[in-house]
Nanobody, 129 residues
Framework: EVPLVESGGGLVQAGGSLRLSCVAS????????IAWFRQAPGREREGVSC????????YIADSMKGRVTVSTDRRANTVYLQMDNLKPEDTAIYYC??????????????????????WGQGTQVTVSS
């Protein structure tokens, strides 16, 4: 069993929607921040969203503001990333990550190679034009 498992990726047309899920295990879910990242072909990994566990403040990358909704099911240890009005440039592998707040990419800019305690295996999102 791995600490973070993503699902929900797939192929969608531009303007479509997807909901990604990240199921956490093996660590105290409520004590950690869960963040979403993505990595497009030939590009560095970048942060998409993260939530402060203290005040629940939500941080969204400028490129996705107005198009994503993050929700949490604490009983299921699951964080969802609802993405709407998807664009071809959103094509990437999407990862969830977890660590104690704050951590690289949550909410600060992620530096390539920076250490984050837990990563999921990623789920592919492909948006066709």
């Amino acid at each position: 069993e791995v600490p973070l498992v993503e699902s929900g990726g797939g192929l969608v047309q531009a303007g479509g929607s997807l909901r990604l899920s990240c199921v956490a295990s093996q660590f105290p879910f409520l004590d950690y921040s869960i963040a979403w990242f993505r990595q497009a072909p030939g590009r560095e990994r970048e942060g998409v969203s993260c939530t402060s566990p203290g005040d629940g403040a939500l941080y969204i990358a400028d490129s996705m503001k107005g198009r994503v909704t993050v929700s949490t099911d604490r009983r299921a240890n699951t964080v969802y990333l609802q993405m709407d009005n998807l664009k071809p440039e959103d094509t990437a592998i999407y990862y969830c990550a977890a660590d104690i707040w704050p951590f690289p990419g949550c909410p600060f800019e992620y530096e390539p190679g920076a250490h984050v305690k837990y990563w999921g295996q990623g789920t592919q999102v492909t948006v066709s034009s």
